[in-house]
């Protein structure tokens, strides 16, 4: 699955080797988290033992940033600003999300998250 992130119009890139070689994966016996990146193309790999539904939000705490339906990072919704996110089908034909942190992960996806200006 892919992951795009949009600041106010900005594309932020999502670093290469999220979870791969951190402490606590290390802790764990295993090298990798079970949810993280090896590029920094926005694709998230996803790699378990047993068969469990994931959520997004596991790869924002991996990667040790802020993200729920008030914001993300260091930015919250208010009266000004919105938080978004869709997923592109194989269609192009955006679906609304509105579980954000709790929408499950599966193969194919293309996750949009935007933080911008209301309209």
């Not at 295993?30 to 790999?45: C, E």
Request: charged residues 20%; proline residues 1%.
């Amino acid at each position: 699955m892919y992951l795009t992130i949009q600041i106010e119009g900005q594309l932020v890139t999502i670093p290469e080797n999220v979870g791969v070689n951190s402490g606590a994966c290390n802790e764990q016996g295993a090298n990798m988290h079970v949810v993280h990146t090896h590029s920094s193309d926005g694709k998230l790999h996803l790699e378990m033992q047993t068969d469990e539904d994931v959520e997004l939000g596991v790869f924002f705490d991996v990667w040790g940033q802020h993200f729920d339906e008030n914001g993300i990072f260091d930015y919250r919704v208010n009266s000004t600003h919105e938080l978004v996110m869709y997923n592109r089908d194989v269609n192009g034909t955006l679906e609304d999300i509105d579980s954000f942190d709790n929408y499950i992960l599966l193969n194919n996806q293309d996750i949009i998250i935007s933080y911008r200006e209301r309209a």
